[in-house]
Structure formats: C-alpha cells, structure tokens
C-alpha cells in the first residue's frame, strides 16, 4: 500500500465495507457512481481478479449514503485512480483473509494455494473449498490496511463487457424512469438569473386549480408545482409560466469577455522562475478566448424525492450523494442521517452540471405532499438556463525562443470560479437553497487549489522544459453560474499555449514535432509524440491547400494522463475535421475498451466545443432554450478516429476522458493555423473567424 | 377530453385513454410502461424520443396521440424478442456502442427504420440519416460501426 490512503478507506476502513460473500461469488460496493463512463465495468475487474472470480458472480452497488463507503465526489478522473485503489485494496484483503482460513484448514501454507474461479487450490489441485464459502467463515469486519496485497493485474483485452449496457439500451435504468406507487410529478420555474424575484404579491390560487395540480409550492423566490400526472404537470406548468413575470434582473452586457476584462480582480503569481523572465520582447504574445459552455446532457437533469415518517429519501444522479446529502441536511435544517441519498443512473455526466440542484428541488417540492415520492424532470429550456455554466475565460500567452528552442514562457488566465459544487469551501452551492426566504448564502467561489490540479489555472503550467511564470485573474462576481465542465481551465490553457508554441515553431520554419521535441523533456512526453507521429503517418504529408493537419500535446493537470493529438481538418463551405489521431499514455490501462470509448468520446465532445459552441446571453439571461439555440457536433460531422493507447502496467491508471479535451482544441486551432499562416484566437472557430483572421493578417 | 386510442405497440395491441393531443411519447412512457423511449428536449431536437410508426422514423415527443390509431408502434423494447435479440442490439452489445446510453433506444429506432428499408446503405448514409439524433458523450464512432455490422448482417450494406 501506498503512504497515502486512498480517501475511501479513511471513510469506510474495513473490508466489509466493500465486500461481502454472497452465494457463490461477493457483492462489492463502490462509493464511485457510474456516470455512463463504464466505471462500474472496471471496479468488476478489479474485484474479479484480486477475488479470482468471473465477473458474473459479482454484483456491485453503486453510491448511497445509506450503504456505500464515502468517497466524495466522482470527478476529475480520479475514479480509477482514488477508488479503483480502495476496492482494489479491500478486495485483495478479503482474498487475503480467506486463504488464511484455508490454510488453517489444510494445515498448509498460505502461499501454497491458489484460487481458480473461486475454487481453492493447493499446488494445483482442488481442495473442496471456495472463496465465497471461506469468506461467510472469517472476520470481514477488519482493517483493509492490514491485510491487502494487491496482485496487480494481467490484461485482459477480449472482456470488454460493460454490464449495464443492455438496459440502457432498451430498458429504463434512469432516475427519469423510477414510478413508484403513489408517485406525483414535480415541475419547477426557472428564474432567468439566480438574482432575479418573484413578485411579493404572486397569486398561486388560478396555478392550485389547473387540472391535476395538486400542490403549487412556493418557498422565496424558489416556485414549483405537484400534480397528479406529468402531462397534467406539463400543462399547467406551460399555463403559468406565460403568466409569470420575474423581477430584479441585473443589467449586464451580454458579453462575458468586455467583464472579465474590465475587472479589478488581482492577477495573483502562482509560479514565479527563480531566474525570472527574459527582458527581451516575447517572440509570440498571444491571448485566446472561450465563451461559456453548457454542459447541455442528452437528459435534462432530474430526481426523484420522498419524505416519510425518517425522513427524506432522495434518488439522485449527482456525483456525489454525500457531499449532497450534507448540503441538503443545510438548507433544510435536518440532521444528515435523517437524508439518505441513493445514486441512480442519469444522462452522460461531464463535470458538475444541474443534479444536485434538481435534487434539492425535488425535496423542496416533495416536502408539499409528505409521503408521496416526486420526480422532477427539468425542462430543456430550465436545463439551458440554470444549470452550472462552463467557464468563459481568456488566457494569454507570452513565449520566448532561443537557439530554436522555448526558452521562457508567461501564462495569464483570466477566468471565473470552475468549481462551485455542493461542499466546496463549506459552502451549500445549491441553486434553490439560495432562494427559499432565509436560504444559505451562495458567496463567490475560490479557485480549486494546486493540489486538485487548480480550476482556471489548470494546465497554465506549458509541458515544456522552459522556465514559465504562471498567473490567474479570478473574476468571481459575474452573474452567471459557473462550475466544473470536463477538464477546467485546461481546454483553453492548452489550446493556448500550444497555439503559442505552434506560432513559435512556425515562425522559425520548424516542424510541429520536431519543434517541440527539441523543448521536450518529460521522456513520457516524448514517447507519446513519437506514437502520434508513428500512428499520424498516413494524414501527415498529404496537405493541400484546403487540407491541412495539426498537432496538441498536454499533461492533464500536470500530473496525469499525457495526450498528443492529431487533428486533419478541411475548408470548404465549412470547417470539417476528417480524421483525427490520439496518442495517449494513462498508466495501467484497466479496461482497454473502455479507454479508447472515452478518449473517443473526449474527442468528439472536445471538437464539438471547439467547431460549434457557445452558450447564447441577454444580459444577465442565458438565452438558449433549445437545440437550434445550442447547436453541437452532428453524426455526419465526426471524424474517423484512431487511438493508440500506450500501457505502462507498473504505473497507477489515470482517468483519460478530460486528458485529451485541450489536446484535441489545440489539434484543430493548428491545423486551421498552418492553412492560413496566423493563430485563430477565439473560440469556436468558424468559417468566419477564419476568413477574419486571414483579412487581418 | 380523454379518448380511447387503440394501436399496436411491438406487435401487441394496446388501448390508452387520454387527451388525443397528448404526444405518443407521454402515452408510451407513462402510461404504457415502456420507458426506453426518452425525453431530452420535447421539440424534435434530440432524437432520444425516436420510434418507428409504420416503417417511419418519428419524433414521439411532439406526435400526437390519436395520429397513431390503428398503426404499428415499433420502439426499443421489440428488439430484445423472446426469440433472440434484434442485430441492431446485438451489434450494439458487441461493440459497446455507448457510454450513458441516453439517446441510444431513439438512435436505434432511427437506424432500424432506415434498414428495415432494404436499400443498401454505407457509412456516410447512416451518418447522414442520424443528423437528427444527438449524442453529448460522443459515442458516434462506435455507434456507426455497430449499425453497420448489423447492416451487414441484414444484408443491407453496400
Ligand atoms: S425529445 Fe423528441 S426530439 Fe428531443
Ligand atoms: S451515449 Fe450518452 S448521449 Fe449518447
């Protein structure tokens, strides 16, 4: 075991608590929510070969604050790397344990024997007992920390199976899709902005006496309904919310960037070279821009809750129940055993979007009708408005060459809070807790810290081996919500700075990989450019000049997944990316096809940020509603992808979705650069950026 | 005013009594019990609410009720039969087309209506055909790969 535990085994130390005889195989547990990433699939082969067991006679059970370990949040990549750890550990030690007990029945060493599909062998013959059997024998109730030794693992590449695959398919495994008996359905009105009132004098009697409505709850600002079907709830929910006026919207211009820039804000040093930076110009003084990204899941965000004679009981898609249930237990002034909250699978989850505000509206509403559990499906339009926005940001980007090679590098990120999820700073962060009359304060938002891979500055830090000083302006008063969207910071961080280091290269006639090579030290770094120029040999070469290619290198948050990514892009009526190739290095790979689904998935989510997004604003308002408003990559729109994993079994797995996002940006913003000869600056890039860079230049 | 509307769903013939304006897709999900078929957006921008009503791909989510009398309903539920699964599942199945899987009862419904066709399909056929259908995790790849094994496997691939 590692000097530091993996958070898990502080919260839930004993091997019980993650793993238990049942039948002829073990039910494990996991405090890591399946957020479609296949998560759970990996968990399973962990457990399954420290338990020496087929998969099939696993079950696992996913977060609860009523039965699973307490591991936070399950976010930033750190599912395999924090909890793969713990169940890993937990269940190498109930292995452990077992053949302990069996030797003693054997009277034989321990380490004569082996398991075989849970049959206990000794010296390669069958010896009557199984693991499942030993286990319901030995003390479970044990320090895992006493006990574990990991086997480590062979990989597997043909058990791809991920298996809750099926009802995703053609079942209903969603919080969307629970109906229980008695069940009402919620509906709730979005303020335009968290700062906006209803009016004092609002009369709910004409809403009470629409067909089906069973409740209008009002607690506020905070304003819902309950009714009896949900189409009864749809039409009554239409009804009012033409009737309803909302007040005290700020006057704000629509533009995020002409605020971040205005403001006052400090730009605080957060790394400074001992040597200082060169006094000569900068060679590249670049700054580029994003606007603010929805989320925008297939799913609107939705819950179910219920309150009984115990308490409450809420179905959740957050990414984490516990730091959920605490919050809740705030704003409704009730002990946190009295909430108990069950993780339930919800739409693809891409970094803090609307689950946990749902949910604490869901309560709000359900606490109208005592007994009856409530579902709350927020429309697409709510989803739009109010759920945790993508950071705007601007990043500039100062470069100094020497002797064709980076010599000294200024990174300054401009950019709004990228974490404000429940328990962050202690504070509740939940939207409606903001609103009901005496609600808990939602203050501006500090910057995650360094050690969780910083939010604004994340990957401000270039990967290259030049002295760089690092600074971060945090504008934390704007009146949009912001939160954690896959990969912070570093999208824009990284297609910045590599859109710096290709200006750079460029204007001294050097080759993309060749050219950071030469400012390359990291030697994992290195062999994940070498790969990407191996598996980029047949796009490379082969430009025209409406066809070109470009390259992004990054570390994710310094200290995790490498990626280099190839981007070949076409310019016709419009920007096309063709073929796009991924050299990724994430430590032990644990489930192979679950890593390429991801980077693939990355990917595509990376360039449709990068072609096509950008959340509309009026004032204060976010202005999409639909689809047509917030249009995103389309299938005929994908590129064919190749990815080449690069395996490193001695070394702890990385999560690998967020890793490539900045990588892919910058792969594109190069491969437009080397067409037209200068940097594209803002994002997304468009056709008609492009033709305005080209006639400024 | 409710109505009784009688149509087949999977084969089976059902009956719901509701408003005729109520979309299929609330009939299907709330009253019919069969929950594959998903809202994502409620105005044919998703394509998670995707079935088949007599051979053609719809949006259920802004199809009325009483339009679908006395047709044949086809959603994601018929392609796990008691006689075996569907290719278009097992494809899906084999290549792990997906990561939440959110869109993906509408994306095979869609998909199933274009090769129930029998016109030979390629690749960028079927992508084109999906244009209405999104996917926010960016499992597009694996998801043409899947239909066009199935494709294959009906037959129907160029
Ligand atoms: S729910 Fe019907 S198209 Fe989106
Ligand atoms: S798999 Fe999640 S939206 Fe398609």
Request: hydrophobic fraction near 45%; glycine fraction near 10%; include cysteine.
């Amino acid at each position: 075991m590692s000097a530091k535990l993996p958070p898990g085994l502080e919260t839930a130390p004993l091997v019980s608590d993650w793993v238990r005889p049942d039948g002829d195989g073990f039910a494990v547990r996991t405090g890591r929510a399946e957020l479609g990433q296949g998560v759970q699939a990996a968990m399973l082969r962990i457990a399954a070969w420290e338990l020496g067991l087929p998969v099939e006679r696993l079950t696992i059970t996913g977060p609860d604050t009523g039965a699973s370990p307490n591991e936070g949040v399950t976010a930033g990549s750190l599912s395999m790397t924090q909890g793969g750890a713990a169940l890993r550990a937990a269940t190498s030690a109930a292995r452990v344990l077992c053949l302990a007990e069996a030797g003693r029945q054997l009277n034989t060493e321990a380490g004569r024997l082996a398991v075989i599909d849970g049959a206990v062998l000794e010296a390669g013959v069958d010896t009557g007992l199984t693991l499942p059997v030993l286990a319901t024998r030995v003390d479970l109730d044990v320090p895992v920390v006493d006990h574990a030794a990991p086997l480590g693992q062979p990989l597997d590449a043909d058990d791809t199976s991920r298996h809750d695959l099926r009802a995703r398919l053609t079942g209903a495994p969603f919080v969307h899709d629970l109906s229980p008996e008695g069940l009402l359905h919620g509906r709730v009105f979005a303020p335009p902005s968290m700062a906006a009132r209803l009016p004092d004098a609002l009369d709910l009697a004409p809403l009470e006496a629409r067909p089906g409505v069973v409740a209008a709850v009002r607690d506020g600002n905070f304003l819902g309904l309950v009714a009896e079907t949900s189409a009864a709830a749809d039409s009554a929910a239409a009804w009012f919310e033409a009737r309803l006026e909302w007040e005290g919207l700020p006057i704000v211009p629509s533009d995020p960037h002409s605020l971040l820039e205005a403001s006052t804000a400090e730009m605080e040093q957060l790394e400074v070279p001992e040597a200082g930076l060169p006094s000569s110009e900068p060679v590249i003084d670049i700054t580029c821009r994003r606007p603010f990204l929805s989320h925008a899941p297939m799913g609107p965000s939705a819950a179910m809750a219920q309150w009984g004679d115990d308490g409450l009981t809420v179905w959740s898609h957050s990414q984490g129940v516990y730091p959920l249930r605490d919050a809740m237990a705030r704003v409704l002034d009730l002990p946190q055993d009295a909430i108990r909250v069950i993780h339930t699978p919800g739409p693809g989850c891409y970094g803090h979007n609307g689950a946990d505000d749902v949910a604490l509206d869901a309560a709000l509403l359900a606490r109208a009708v005592p007994g009856h559990p409530v579902r709350l499906v927020w429309s697409r339009a709510t989803e739009f408005r109010t759920a945790p926005l993508g950071a705007a940001m601007a990043t500039r980007v100062r470069l100094w060459m020497e002797d064709g090679h980076l010599s000294a590098a200024r990174v300054s990120v401009t950019s709004p809070p990228h974490s404000t999820r429940p328990g962050t700073a202690g504070h509740v962060y939940l939207r409606a807790g903001a609103m009901i009359e005496g609600g808990t304060p939602f203050p501006p938002a500090p910057d995650l810290p360094a050690n969780r891979g910083n939010g604004a500055a994340r990957n401000a830090r270039p990967i290259y081996a030049a002295p760089a000083l690092v600074e971060r302006k945090l504008v934390d008063d704007l009146p949009w919500r912001t939160s954690a969207l896959r990969a912070l910071g570093g999208q824009l961080n990284v297609f910045a700075i590599e859109t710096g280091v290709e200006a750079a290269l460029m204007a001294e006639g050097l080759d993309p990989f060749d050219g950071r090579l030469a400012s390359l030290e990291d030697t994992r770094a290195r062999t994940v450019l070498e790969k990407l120029r191996e598996i980029g040999a047949d796009i490379i070469g082969t430009e025209e000049p409406d066809r070109s290619w470009g390259i992004g290198l990054a570390r994710y948050k310094n200290v995790a997944a490498w990626a280099g990514v190839l981007a070949e892009i076409e310019l016709g009526d419009d920007i096309r990316v063709t073929r796009v190739r991924a050299a990724v290095d994430t430590g032990e790979v644990i489930h192979p096809d679950g890593a390429r689904n991801q980077i693939e998935g990355g990917i595509i989510q990376a360039l449709s940020w990068t072609l096509k997004e950008a959340v509309p604003l009026d004032g204060a308002r976010v202005a999409a509603e639909s689809w047509e408003d917030y249009p995103i990559l389309r299938f005929s729109e994908v590129p064919q992808i190749e990815t080449a994993l690069i395996h490193r079994p001695e070394d702890p797995p990385y999560g690998c979705a967020e890793a490539v996002a900045g990588p892919a940006s910058a792969a594109v913003g190069n491969a437009v650069q080397r067409m037209i000869g200068v940097p594209i600056r803002d994002l997304p890039i468009t056709r008609e950026r492009i033709i305005a860079a080209v006639s400024e230049a | 005013m409710a109505d009784t509307v009688a149509f087949t769903v999977n084969g089976k013939a059902v009956e719901v009594t509701a408003d005729p304006g109520l979309p299929l897709l609330s009939a299907l999900r709330e009253d019919l019990g069969l929950k594959s078929t998903r809202f994502g957006c409620g105005s044919e921008g998703c394509g998670a609410c995707t079935v088949i009503v007599d051979g053609t791909a719809r949006f259920s989510c802004t199809l009325p009720l009483a339009d679908v009398a006395g047709q044949e309903v086809r959603t994601a539920e018929g392609l796990a039969g008691p006689d075996g699964d569907h290719p278009l599942l097992t494809a899906f199945l084999d290549h792990q087309a997906g990561q939440c899987g959110y869109c993906l009862p509408g994306i095979l419904m869609r998909a199933r209506a274009l090769l129930d066709r029998g016109e030979p399909v390629d690749r960028a056929r079927v992508a084109q055909e999906l244009d209405g259908n999104l996917c926010r995790c960016g499992a597009h790849a694996r998801i043409l790969d899947a239909i066009m094994d199935a494709a294959r496997e009906m037959g129907v691939a160029t």
